[in-house]
């Protein structure tokens, strides 16, 4: 189960277009919250379905995660469930290439979006703000390590 649930990226309720069905994501969810809930699984099922609900399809307006999703962050209000869409956003740049002399660039980059993003839902979606911005702070983190790794490198090259 726990190798069907890590494979996963199709997100439920996805239609043909690229659109969500909002009522059926928020059924899925449902659904599958009281079946991990009757296993007592609840915690590593939201963990799951946050990594699940991170592969779900940006919205016209090019925030990401889609309101659909959003919706489902603040009515459920888990913090596992958030916790694995924060694990699955981060996870998704995978293997990446850049200059030994780049320095933090594309994390800066990177923790932009995630900052403009928390910006753009902070009024209506709190709690995906809260990620959102997590994501960025863990991007200004490493940004400012690859800019010391940088320089030493220039320095002993």
């Not at 659909?68 to 469930?81: G, K, N, P």
């Not at 995906?128 to 911005?133: I, S």
């Amino acid at each position: 189960a726990w190798d069907l649930l890590h494979d996963w990226q199709d997100v439920p309720a996805c239609r043909e277009d690229g659109s969500l069905d909002r009522r059926e994501l928020q059924d899925w969810v449902s659904k599958a919250r009281t079946c991990c809930a009757a296993k007592r699984r609840l915690g590593v099922g939201d963990i799951q379905i946050g990594r699940v609900l991170c592969y779900a399809p940006t919205d016209a307006d090019g925030i990401n995660p889609p309101a659909a999703v959003r919706e489902i962050i603040e009515e459920v209000r888990s913090r596992d469930l958030e916790s694995g869409l924060e694990s699955g956003f981060f996870n998704q740049r995978g293997v990446h290439c850049k200059s030994p002399f780049d320095g933090g660039l594309q994390e800066r980059s990177l923790a932009k979006r995630y900052r403009g993003w928390a910006k753009a839902v902070l009024m209506t979606s709190p709690r995906t703000a809260r990620l959102l911005n997590s994501l960025a702070d863990t991007y200004e983190r490493m940004a400012r390590r690859e800019d010391v790794n940088a320089e030493w490198r220039d320095s002993t090259w």
